[in-house]
């Protein structure tokens, strides 16, 4: 056997990759196995989506292993905020709800009507 070739009854090496997301201030992290990369993030489908620009990447002894901290992820609390306040100015909308005001064009002739037959009422 050579050096770098392998025996047919070796077993290839299977990797997983990994995504931890550190929350300090918390002091919890949520870690993610078997994530998708592509050129541009790093996904767990159903779960979450972070850039790769904003993981570091470690190698450990099973395979690659991105870790993100929270307080670089300001952009995903920033999201969620403002999709709760999209969420609560729609109910509002909802619940306060106004019928439109209609124009009536006879209220005015009414008014003027009415007037009319009170000086005239006066002056018999």
Known sequence: MGLFSRGKDEELFVTDEQLIILDNERRMCDIFEN??????SVTKE??????????????G????????????????????????????TVLKHMTQFKPEKKLNPNTDMKFWAMFIACIIAIFI
């Open 61 to 88: 002894a099973y395979g690659r292993i991105y870790v993100a901290n929270v307080k670089e992820l300001a952009y995903i609390e920033n999201a969620k905020r403002l999709a709760q306040v999209e969420i609560s």
């Open 46 to 59: 159903g779960a979450v989506k972070i850039a790769l620009s904003d993981c570091e990447v470690f190698t």
């Open 35 to 40: 994530v998708t990369v592509d050129g541009e």
